[in-house]
């Protein structure tokens, strides 16, 4: 009689666990055929569902579901980053460019504007720094002149000999009174948990984490990252790009060796537009109700002749507006279209946009790093690589790891800035772009491209057909979760 009551509770037991299951697939399969807005996203979550019980749907949960459709941005703490939003049009009189009939940089200016809530400026001096020893040798001689305070804001601060060295001028600067101010991303600069991270609130830094990940908020912050780098000094000179503070920009070391990015210091009117991406950040991040952040703008004098406009979008923004921007970039281009980016990855709209593009005649050129720090994002990429050779598009790989973020078009636009070439960029990141209205950084930024392609091994249609079967399995299986990287 035990053993029969022993089998009838193991066999109640698998029942509850069978019912459950069903239930809370049906649960998640039916969220995402009521709120999926993309089929290739939503048959892979699908299929992830029903291979993997249970963690599918705890996945789905964590990761796949459409906050923006299901007003998860409303909730008290995203609310309170956008409750403030400085309307600077008294410190940005007479500082709109002058595009004439040009009405490609009047649509594109006006669509990145109604997604960022950015103007284009006028009056700009911008600097390109394109290796990771020119970028901090820039950055370290602005924070050394720095009058009254320095803001910092970077997706990862890596433990190393870049992080002691700020440590060390941060408190001499604090010493001579200047205000420091750091957030960070809690995901991508994990490690600055603990005594790090002491050791500036011991000598007076102002530092936060972003969407700090605590249980009792896992589901607005383990999915959404603030991947954003700026650094803002005396609100004078501005940096922004892709390069966090890691000491991989400066050392060879691992397999990728040293990493190659690109920054721009920027100092003019753009300054205030950069700044207040980080000072509405930081007053999200910092949950200090008195903070003022029309204090901290101010007046900005003309200081070279460069029209630039701030990119900045994230998950609670109206529109995915860094994909917005690329596409509009490249639907403009006449001529040509110049693409830099480790981990291209466009999903359907972008792709689709690009091969229309290339069918037209434009000429197309993609630089990829050879190798990667993602397996999964490389083969997912390769794996787009012969419908867009079919169409033209010209491919290469370069030797060294490039961590850039550059989209060129034509002889007058140029994108630079946190923003790749993937969904996670396009939905889930806070990021920043800056650009570009002008044809000198055009063209430097063009022949420097084209310079490292001549260098570069180009991927011919023929030989990428004839890769190896292993190959074509790993990219097609990858392919199948590239919705979900």
């Known amino acids: 009689m035990k053993v029969d009551c022993t089998l009838y509770a193991s066999h109640h037991m698998k029942t509850v666990i069978l019912i459950a299951y069903i239930l809370v697939s049906l649960w998640a399969i039916g969220a995402i055929i009521y709120h999926g807005r993309r089929p290739s996203r939503s048959i892979s979550w699908v299929i992830a569902i029903l291979a993997l019980p249970f963690l599918g749907a705890l996945f789905y949960y964590l990761f796949g579901m459409n906050r923006r459709k299901f007003k998860f941005f409303n909730n008290k703490e995203f609310k309170r980053r956008k ?10 009189e007479g500082t709109a460019p002058d595009f004439g009939s040009d009405t490609r940089k009047q649509r594109l200016s006006r669509l990145v504007g109604t997604c960022s809530e950015t103007r284009p400026a006028t009056g700009n001096s911008i600097t390109v720094l394109q290796d990771g020893g020119e970028t901090f040798n820039a950055l370290f001689k602005a924070m050394e002149e720095a009058k009254e305070s320095i803001h910092v804001q970077y ?6 000999d870049l992080l002691d060295k700020m440590l060390e001028l941060f408190q001499r ?20 948990r603990g005594r790090p991270k002491k050791k500036f609130r011991d000598i007076g830094v102002k530092i936060y ?3 700090p990940i605590r249980l009792t908020n896992l589901l607005f912050s383990l999915n959404f990252r603030n991947h954003r780098k700026i650094l803002v000094i005396d609100n004078k000179i501005a940096f922004t790009g892709g390069v966090n503070v890691s000491d ?22 753009i300054v205030n537009d950069i700044h207040l991406v980080f000072l509405k950040d930081y007053y999200f991040a910092s949950k200090q109700g008195d903070f003022k952040v029309e204090e901290h703008l101010t007046e900005q ?7 630039a406009q701030v990119v900045a979008g994230g998950p609670d923004s109206a529109h995915p507006t860094i994909m917005y921007q690329y596409i509009g970039m490249m639907n403009r281009a006449k001529k040509s279209i110049c693409i830099a980016n480790p981990y291209f ?45 079919e169409v033209g598009v010209k491919i290469y ?9 550059i989209l060129i078009v034509d002889d007058d636009l140029v994108s630079i800035g946190s923003g790749n070439f993937d969904m996670r960029s396009f939905e889930l990141n806070y990021e920043a772009n800056i650009l570009i209205y002008d044809e000198k950084i055009n063209a430097e930024m063009t022949g420097e491209f084209l310079a490292i392609c001549e260098r570069a091994e180009p991927i011919t249609l023929e030989r990428f057909r004839n890769r190896s079967t292993w190959l074509k399995f790993l990219e097609g299986l990858f392919k199948f979760f590239k919705p979900l990287l």
């Open 83 to 92: 409750r403030y939003h400085y309307e600077g049009d008294t410190k940005m």
């Open 155 to 160: 997706y990862i601060l890596e433990r190393g």
């Open 173 to 192: 600067k604090i010493a001579e009174g200047v205000v420091v101010r750091i957030i960070y991303d809690s995901f991508g600069s994990y490690r600055l």
């Open 209 to 211: 984490p972003i969407m």
């Open 248 to 269: 991989k920009y400066i050392k060879h070391g691992g397999e990728l060796g040293k990493w190659k990015d690109t920054h721009l210091k920027l100092e003019g009117p």
């Open 301 to 307: 004098p003309k200081t070279g002749e460069v029209a």
């Open 345 to 389: 990855l466009p999903g359907e709209a972008l792709l689709e946009a690009l091969k229309i593009v290339a069918l037209e005649g434009v000429e197309i050129s993609l630089l990829i790093p050879k190798r990667s720090d993602s397996i999964a994002a490389k083969f997912a990429m390769f794996s787009q690589f012969e419908e867009l050779l």
């Open 397 to 405: 790989m370069r030797d060294d790891f490039s961590h850039s973020k």
